[in-house]
């Protein structure tokens, strides 16, 4: 599975961004789907996962935050609203087979600044 993500960028406080993540191979459905982030000189850290109907969410983003997929088009989307500064990090999307234990598969990462 190769992931690319796209679709970060400058934003205000307050303001929304949309992050997409296009995914190749034919078992995509299988897959969980994540968003991860990393701001720096701290860990990478959950944001985000979605496998079938079922999503999860970091606290820090529950209710600001809505992860989505369409399986049609192989791509996993995080739609993020009301960012806020603490917000930046460089988000990746990474991708699991549904029994895995941990996710295999990661993207290159794309930058979310969010401006005070």
């Known amino acids: 599975v190769q992931l690319q993500a796209f679709g970060g960028g400058l934003v205000q406080a307050g303001g929304s961004l949309r992050l997409s993540c296009a995914a190749s191979?034919?078992?995509?459905?299988?897959?969980?789907m994540g968003w991860f982030r990393q701001a720096p000189g701290k860990e990478r850290e959950f944001v985000a996962s979605?496998?079938?109907?079922?999503?999860n969410y970091a606290d820090s983003v529950k209710g600001r935050f809505t992860i989505s997929r369409d399986n049609a088009k192989n791509t996993v989307y995080l739609q993020s609203n009301s960012l806020k500064p603490e917000d930046t990090a460089v988000y990746y999307c990474?991708?699991?087979?549904?029994?895995?234990?941990?996710?295999?598969?990661w993207g290159q990462g794309t930058q979310v600044t969010v401006s005070s």
């Open positions: 990474a991708a699991k087979w549904y029994l895995a234990p941990t996710y295999e598969y």
């Open positions: 191979g034919r078992t995509f459905s299988t897959y969980v």
């Open positions: 979605v496998i079938g109907r079922t999503t």
